[in-house]
T-cell receptor, first 113, second 115 residues
Framework: GENVEQHPSTLSVQEGDSAVIKCTYSDSASNYFPWYKQELGKRPQLIIDIRSNVGEKKDQRIAVTLNKTAKHFSLHITETQPEDSAVYFCAAISYNQGGKLIFGQGTELSVKP | GAVVSQHPSWVICKSGTSVKIECRSLDFQATTMFWYRQFPKQSLMLMATSNEGSKATYEQGVEKDKFLINHASLTLSTLTVTSAHPEDSSFYIC???????????FGSGTRLTVV
């Protein structure tokens, strides 16, 4: 089955700096890679996603890159703001294997004003 | 957009009792429902997958007789924690998908505390 590894587990940046979170996956059949932001006690919120036929996707201050050969994908947040502070999860799914969404371990991002 | 309603949002129960958690898809047909458990400061761990009208498929290490899942209709799935113990205290969250589109819609989660 799929296994997703996420690094770092914690990340502290100054407001305005960039933050990068990296994930690797094991199942080459995985073809959809969402990123979620979760605040304490709340449901995960989808912030951006990428499909396996695309190498990069950007939405304002957030971008995701995917390297299918190396089986890794990354989240980039530019011009960070204190409200970006939360736990971020990457995930991977293979629709060919029942569509299970498997999460990485999470990264606690802290943006200091 | 797609909405999944999850109830209750929190529940406290005594050891040995059972608790039922409901997830309803309000504006789409949830062909598949995934149930996750999340302990404090940890990731979401998939417990089981259920397809409408079929028996749930449980992940390794998850007791199917303890965590009963029913997905009798395309809009309702339930998770019953039977004979709950303090170690079952956790955040339980469902996620619904529709076979016709990408994406997963999460319920708001249920905080279960067993005393």
């Amino acid at each position: 089955g799929e296994n997703v590894e996420q690094h770092p587990s914690t990340l502290s940046v100054q407001e305005g700096d960039s933050a990068v979170i990296k994930c690797t996956y094991s199942d080459s059949a995985s073809n959809y890679f969402p990123w979620y932001k979760q605040e304490l006690g709340k449901r995960p919120q989808l912030i951006i996603d990428i499909r396996s036929n695309v190498g990069e996707k950007k939405d304002q201050r957030i971008a995701v890159t995917l390297n299918k050969t190396a089986k890794h994908f990354s989240l980039h947040i530019t011009e960070t703001q204190p409200e970006d502070s939360a736990v971020y999860f990457c995930a991977a799914i293979s629709y060919n294997q029942g569509g299970k969404l498997i999460f990485g371990q999470g990264t606690e991002l802290s943006v200091k004003p | 957009g797609a909405v999944v309603s999850q109830h209750p949002s929190w529940v406290i129960c005594k050891s040995g009792t059972s608790v039922k958690i409901e997830c309803r898809s309000l504006d789409f047909q949830a062909t598949t429902m995934f149930w996750y458990r999340q302990f404090p400061k940890q990731s979401l761990m998939l417990m089981a997958t259920s397809n409408e009208g079929s028996k749930a498929t449980y992940e390794q290490g998850v007791e199917k007789d303890k965590f009963l899942i029913n997905h009798a209709s395309l809009t309702l799935s339930t998770l019953t924690v039977t004979s709950a113990h303090p170690e079952d205290s956790s955040f339980y969250i469902c996620s619904a998908s529709n076979r016709d589109s990408y994406g997963y819609t999460f319920g708001s989660g249920t905080r279960l505390t067993v005393v």
